[in-house]
Every structure is written in C-alpha cells, then in structure tokens.
C-alpha cells in the first residue's frame, strides 16, 4: 500500500485490515483482485487454486513487500481437508470457483453441475458454522432468457425494460426444457445461491452474492493450444481473440443475434471491493455487476473487436472477417441461449455507490492489446510448425 493513511469506509468508518480466503484466486477474477488488494489495501489473502499461473508475479520472492500478505495453498476443494482450516483461519471467504465456459455446459453437464453446486456446499457449510462471511460468485446465467423472448418478434411490450431489464430482487429466472443441457450451469448456479440465501435466513450467515454480466479484460480465458486445452473452446471474446491472432473469419453462433453487455474487469473489480470493506452495506444483498452502456449484439462485438485489433496489431482485416455457424456444429446437441442481458443497477448504486466507467471501445483496446502483446507471437510460431505427414 502505497501510503500510511487509514482508509474508511462508505460510512466514514476506519476499515480493519482482514484476512480474506480467495477460492479460485488464480484464475481471471482472482487474479486482479489480488493484484488490487496487494496494492490499494492492507488486507491478506490466503490464495488457494489449483494453479497458479495468473499470480505468479504477485508470489515471486522479490516482491517481500507482498510475501507477508499472500499465501498460495495449492488446493482442490472437490476433496481437501485442509479448506475448512483455511476458512477458519479468515475474516471472509471469497469463492471464485466455478466451471464457467458454454462450451462445457453442453459437453460435461454432469462436471459442470458438480463443479458449481456440489462442491460449493463445504464453502457454504463452513462459513455458516464458524460464523464467517461469504462473498459468493454466482452469474448473471441465473435469469436464463428474459420474459419479451417469449412475445412475437415484433411485438411492442419487447421493447419495454420491464420484459427485459434485469433485476435482482423482481426478475424470474426462466430456462429451456431439460434437454437444453446449456442450463445445466445457470440451474445448478441458481440452486446453491438459494442455498446460500437460505443458510442467511435461518443460521444466520452473512453472505453477498454478486452476478457478473460478462467481466472483459487481460488475462481473460485461454488460448486454445497456446495456454489452454488445444481443443477447448474458450468464451466469446477469447474465442474471437484467437480467430484473430491466427487471422481466422470470427463465428457467429445462429447469426450472432445474441445480446450482451460488457464491464472492463477493473471497474468490477472496484465494485468488489467496495463489497469486501463495507460489509453492512453488502451483507444479504444479491448485486448485479455489469455495464447497461456496453449492449451490442455479438455480431457487433465481432465487428468491433475486427477494428480495434487491425489498430492495436497494424493488420489489416482479413477479406470475410465473420462467417454464421449454427449453434448445434459449434456447441453440439442441447445448446439454447438468453436473447439479452441488461443488468438493473438499481441495487448496486444504492447501496455502494458503484457505477462502471469503461467504455466498450476501451475496455476492447485494453484487452486485445494484452492478448496480441502476450500470444500474437506464439501463435505465429505455432500455425508456422510443419505439419509431420
């Protein structure tokens, strides 16, 4: 932390320096809010993950400024008796984990409700019974599709907020039928925060969920072969980030029609924090985390990223920048998806006083400069390789 000053909260109060338990802490998420609260906050984090790769920098032992304030303990929650010790040991836990990629929604349903719901449980459990915080990561999967999907395509009430914005406290949470297996994850995401709700009503846990609506930014996902599975199939903005390092045409699944919204992951990392240090602000609220300014439909975002990627590599666009697959080649049998994602930010607002900045130009420029300053190279490399016959 830079200076001595006592740092306070929303209310004026002084903020307690606190040990926070980060499951996931070296994946995307985690690894910015280490990096945010090593360098903005006195607080310690005991960092557990299976890896590490994302936080190296911060675990290096020229950074003794920091050795004191982070732990890495390499831990898988499925089965590991050393969780409930950590947890005990911190002010706040603070679970990250999650399987999150589409694609695996549809191809490892069983992993993916697993991963989600069953082996959140023990984190739940054990903050409850030591009488400890959570901050629990759900998604903003959870409202599935919004209700004006379900009008005619051209009818008025599907241009009205109410049948599309989504809210925390009003909204329904609507999914296809049971073969639809990509609301495997949304289902098992929205049954453990009942949980987590449930557990607040009646034993007293103090607990924050936060919904994510699509965090951008470095670090984001993998690169299919370059540091990921070479057959994965990462998120939107990965995906099309490897189509554009190999100058490939981006995918637009089903003609691209999908709406989303985008925050840059430092404004939503800001609002994390403003969670974590003001507790009687945040406890037993469920926010949404987005940016309602950043809508686009994914064709647009595929446009967009073709733009700002010719400017942040200097390579012009290749001749057909996009091509439209249907979702049943690109994710196989069982995909389904949510129209549009606006997040009500009503909530968040109130409470913390958090409201997003980045723009979606920005927060683009931002990201395909680190993904084309960190694989554009490797890449090259590997689609140079001779092909062994």
């Known amino acids: 932390m830079a200076n001595g000053a006592v740092r306070l909260d929303l209310d004026g109060r002084p903020i307690k320096p606190l040990t926070i338990c980060m499951i996931g802490a070296g994946g995307f998420i985690g690894s910015h809010l280490c990096e945010?609260?090593?360098?903005?906050?006195?607080?310690?984090?005991?960092?557990?993950?299976?890896?590490?790769?994302?936080?190296?920098?911060l675990l290096e032992p020229d950074t003794s400024e920091w050795a004191e304030r982070i732990q890495f303990h390499r831990i898988n929650i499925k089965h590991d008796s050393r969780l409930e010790g950590l947890v005990k040991m911190a002010d706040l836990t603070i679970n990250?984990?999650?399987?999150?990629?589409?694609?695996?929604?549809?191809?490892?349903?069983?992993?993916?409700?697993?991963?989600?719901?069953?082996?959140?449980?023990?984190?739940?459990?054990?903050?409850?019974?030591?009488?400890?915080?959570?901050?629990?990561?759900?998604?903003?999967?959870?409202?599935?599709?919004?209700?004006?999907?379900?009008?005619?395509?051209?009818?008025?009430?599907?241009?009205?907020?109410?049948?599309?914005?989504?809210?925390?406290?009003?909204?329904?949470?609507?999914?296809?039928?049971?073969?639809?297996?990509?609301?495997?994850?949304?289902?098992?995401?929205?049954?453990?925060?009942?949980?987590?709700?449930?557990?607040?009503?009646?034993?007293?846990?103090?607990?924050?969920?936060?919904?994510?609506?699509?965090?951008?930014?470095?670090?984001?996902?993998f690169i299919p072969g370059i540091d990921g599975p070479s057959e994965g199939v990462p998120r939107v903005l990965a995906c099309f980030s490897n189509n554009l390092l190999r100058r490939e045409?981006?995918?637009l699944v089903d003609g691209g029609e999908s709406q989303r919204t985008f925050v840059y992951i430092k404004?939503?990392?800001?609002a994390v924090l403003l969670m974590i240090e003001n507790p009687e602000r945040a406890n037993g609220h469920i926010f949404n985390v987005g940016n309602p300014n950043n809508e686009v439909t994914v064709r647009q975002l595929a446009e967009m990223m073709t733009q700002v990627y010719s400017k942040v590599s200097g390579e012009t666009a290749i001749e057909s920048p996009t091509i439209d697959v249907s979702s049943k080649e690109f994710y196989g049998e069982g995909y389904d998806d949510s129209d549009k994602r606006i997040p009500d930010m009503t909530i968040i607002n109130r409470q913390l006083g958090w409201n997003p900045k980045t723009s979606l130009w920005d927060l683009l420029e931002s990201t395909l400069t680190y993904q084309h300053r960190t694989y554009a190279e490797a890449v090259k490399k590997s689609t140079s390789k001779p092909v062994a016959s």
């Open 36 to 57: 945010k609260l090593l360098n903005e906050t006195p607080h310690k984090v005991l960092a557990l993950d299976v890896y590490n790769d994302k936080i190296k920098h």
């Open 96 to 221: 990250l984990a999650a399987i999150c990629t589409p694609a695996d929604y549809n191809t490892r349903p069983l992993d993916t409700i697993y991963s989600n719901f069953i082996d959140a449980l023990p984190v739940v459990k054990y903050c409850s019974d030591n009488k400890k915080r959570l901050i629990h990561f759900s998604t903003c999967e959870v409202y599935g599709k919004t209700i004006g999907s379900f009008l005619p395509k051209d009818h008025p009430l599907r241009q009205d907020p109410d049948f599309y914005v989504l809210k925390e406290d009003t909204s329904p949470c609507i999914f296809g039928s049971i073969e639809k297996q990509r609301w495997s994850y949304a289902c098992a995401k929205q049954l453990i925060e009942r949980l987590v709700y449930a557990e607040g009503a009646e034993n007293g846990l103090e607990f924050t969920i936060v919904r994510p609506f699509n965090w951008i930014g470095p670090r984001m996902d």
């Open 249 to 251: 045409p981006l995918k």
């Open 267 to 270: 404004d939503a990392i800001e």
